[in-house]
């Protein structure tokens, strides 16, 4: 059964930083592209952050220059580095997995419980 | 950037009705890299439309996806009491952003 657990969310301050922690299970961790995509209290999905099976990596323009995405094959994990977080950050962090297919590498199969972020002073 | 708009906003309707709700992408979205998702209150969303018309796993066949190019409808042909969610469809082309449209809310009427 694919699993995919998050951690790491809290209450932050303006500008502080906080590391999410996905921890996947069920599937060959390697073999697929893994995503965050998060949801603002009571709005709609935004996509944030991709790392692919080939290491490319992807930010939405919202997020450049302050998250970092890393993933740990090894550990079966994957990793989301937020700093200068802003009150617009605040949301539920959910981490997603790629279809197997190609074609279908941003296609959200599979989603952990999420994780809530909570950015105020 | 390809914007999705998703219609009607609300959707108020009965058990056993049908529904139809609308997303038009701002440009053609290649290939049909069109899916839907289901999201329920607490809970994260659950795909059951990909590639604009196949069901996902174990979605049943009361739901049923259509569209090409820029116009695309996900069907749900007689409503029953756990299809009350909002609804979100989402392009996944090969090229970022990666985007949503609003979604779309199907209450009880």
């Known amino acids: 059964e694919v699993q995919l657990v998050e951690s790491g969310g809290g209450l932050v301050k303006p500008g502080g930083s906080l590391r999410l922690s996905c921890a996947a299970s069920?599937?060959?961790?390697?073999?697929?592209?893994i995503h965050w995509v998060r949801q603002a209290p009571g709005k709609g999905l935004q996509w944030v952050s991709s790392?692919?099976?080939?290491?490319?990596?992807f930010y939405a323009d919202s997020v450049r220059g302050r998250f970092t995405i890393s993933r740990d094959n090894a550990k079966n994990s994957l990793y989301l580095q937020m700093n200068s977080l802003r009150a617009e950050d605040t949301a539920v962090y959910y981490c997603?997995?790629?279809?197997?297919?190609?074609?279908?590498?941003?296609?959200?199969?599979?989603w952990g419980q999420g994780t809530l972020v909570t950015v105020s002073s | 950037d390809i914007v999705l708009t998703q219609s009607p906003g609300t959707l108020s309707l009965s058990p056993g009705e049908r529904a139809t709700l609308s997303c038009r992408a701002s440009?053609?979205?290649?290939?049909?890299?069109l899916a839907w998702y289901q999201q329920k209150p607490g809970q994260p969303p659950r795909l059951l439309i990909y590639?604009?018309?196949n069901r996902a796993t174990g979605i049943p066949d009361r739901f049923t996806g259509s569209g090409s190019g820029t116009d695309f409808t996900l069907t749900i042909s007689r409503l029953e009491p756990d299809d009350f969610a909002v609804y979100y469809c989402?392009?996944?082309?090969?090229?970022?952003?990666?985007?949503f449209g609003q979604g779309t809310k199907v209450e009880v009427k």
């Open positions: 997603a997995r790629g279809g197997a297919k190609y074609g279908d590498d941003h296609l959200y199969v599979y």
């Open positions: 069920g599937f060959t961790f390697s073999s697929y592209s």
């Open positions: 790392f692919s099976t080939s290491a490319y990596i």
């Open positions: 440009q053609s979205v290649t290939s049909s890299y």
């Open positions: 590639g604009a018309s």
């Open positions: 989402q392009q996944y082309v090969n090229s970022p952003p990666w985007t």
